[in-house]
């Protein structure tokens, strides 16, 4: 079974320093799949959490009260990055 890497650039320059480190380290990973079996794979993902809509958290609570679900999260894009997580 392929164990996937998920690489998450936080800086608010998609280009910067960040980026050219993660895509390093993104290549180093490639390499180490040059000399491993099939199911030894890597599946390495690089994402720019610039590429989401996140909103702030207002302090209300709703998730620490049942059900449990924040009360923003279906206004950006927490979902999304649940899902890639």
Same mark, same amino acid.
């Given at each position: 079974?392929?164990?996937? +890497?998920?690489? +998450?650039?936080?800086? /608010?320059?998609?280009?910067?320093?960040?980026?050219?480190? $993660?895509?390093?380290?993104?290549?180093?990973?490639?390499? $180490?799949?040059?000399?491993?079996? /099939?199911?030894?794979?890597?599946?390495?993902?690089?994402?720019? +959490?610039?590429?989401?809509?996140?909103?702030?958290?207002?302090?209300?609570?709703?998730? $620490?009260?049942? /059900?449990?679900?924040?009360?923003?999260?279906?206004?950006?894009?927490?979902?999304?990055?649940?899902? +890639?997580?």
């Amino acid at each position: 079974m392929a164990k996937s +890497i998920l690489l +998450i650039n936080g800086s /608010p320059r998609k280009e910067g320093l960040t980026n050219s480190l $993660l895509n390093q380290i993104r290549t180093e990973f490639e390499n $180490l799949n040059t000399s491993v079996t /099939p199911e030894q794979k890597l599946i390495i993902n690089l994402i720019h +959490i610039t590429d989401f809509q996140l909103a702030h958290c207002t302090g209300c609570d709703s998730c $620490l009260r049942k /059900p449990n679900k924040c009360s923003i999260a279906d206004k950006d894009d927490h979902g999304k990055l649940e899902q +890639i997580m």
